[in-house]
């Protein structure tokens, strides 16, 4: 259909009350995987690089293929650099034609993140290139589990609405309770924080860190506002437990290899499509 900007899904997504999917992507099988599943439940999609889960996997190398996917795919796919951390990864991920870039100036003070992302914006906008910044602080880890108990600061519902006065961004991250990577018994989400958000700001709403939590929370964290569902670490240990269980009933003499990549390509599809059903609209037909 068409690889566009993620601010067009995902407005949209805010308009009728659905969660948009923001996967990582960071080599073929996770791409082809992701796509295969949004083009079956015909549900938009955000395909993500992360240059700290996958550096042996270079952008300019994996951008074309997610690019292409996009392109190709029957639904509407968004592309985008996951925690852009300085103007140099931004300037690369413009350059390899990616639809939306993440600028991740959370860890700064409020003045320095709003300058920066200023500066990230125009260039951005200036290329057609849709951009999503990052106030109040998300802990946690995406690469190692065992994070679970940092937390970061969270986004003051005022505070969110002058950023995004201030530097213009098409997409909003905020911090209620939210941390990367698995969440240490049940997460404590400030939904009411997320509706005072929501409120004050009309620019779509993402949550970075939502593996692993009750099904019934995505309706409500969605209800309450977030529209970008950033989601990794729980679809990753699904996949490692089907692939030491395809190794460990593999024979010693078979090979294997090419089997992996094939068993891998279909595992992140069925991750990706139990996902969509869970951020579809809770009527039972959604329509796209
Ligand atoms: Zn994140």
């Known amino acids: 259909m068409a690889h566009v900007g993620a601010k067009q899904i995902l407005s949209k997504a805010r308009q009728e009350g659905y969660g948009v999917p923001c996967l990582l992507a960071g080599n073929l099988e996770m791409v082809i995987g992701a796509v295969q599943a949004a083009e ?3 549900a938009p999609l955000i395909l993500a690089y992360n240059a700290q889960v996958t550096p042996q996997i270079p952008l300019d190398l994996i951008a074309p293929a997610m690019v292409k996917a996009a392109e190709s795919a029957r639904v509407p796919v968004a592309t985008i650099l ?18 939306t ?12 993140n709003v300058c920066r992302t200023q500066e990230v914006v125009r260039l951005a906008h200036a290329h057609g290139v ?13 690469i190692e589990l065992g994070y679970g108990n940092v937390h970061g600061e969270f986004t003051d519902p005022d505070q969110a609405a002058e950023f995004v006065a201030q530097t213009g961004v098409d997409i909003l991250a905020i911090s209620f309770g939210n941390l990367h990577g698995l969440y240490d018994g049940e997460p ?48 990753a240990r699904a ?3 089907s ?6 009933a593999a024979e010693e003499t078979s090979l294997v290899y090419h089997r992996v990549i094939a068993w891998t390509i279909e595992q992140f599809a069925g991750e990706t499509r139990r996902l969509l059903h869970l951020l579809k609209k809770p009527a039972a037909a959604t329509d796209y």
């Open 82 to 99: 996951d925690h852009g951390a300085d103007l140099a990864s931004i300037e690369q991920a413009i350059a390899c034609g990616l639809s």
């Open 130 to 142: 849709d951009v999503e910044g990052e106030l109040g602080a998300v802990g946690g880890s995406s």
């Open 40 to 42: 079956e439940v015909g």
């Open 243 to 248: 692939l030491r269980d395809l190794l460990t």
């Open 188 to 235: 404590e989400l400030d939904l009411a924080r997320v509706r005072a958000i929501a409120g004050r700001v009309a620019t779509p709403l993402a949550m970075h860190g939502a593996s692993g939590l009750p099904d019934a929370t995505y309706a409500a964290v969605i209800a309450a506002g977030i529209s970008k569902i950033n989601y990794y670490t729980a679809m």
């Open 239 to 241: 996949v490692t437990h």
């Open 101 to 112: 870039v993440m600028y991740d100036g959370s860890a700064l003070p409020f003045a320095e």
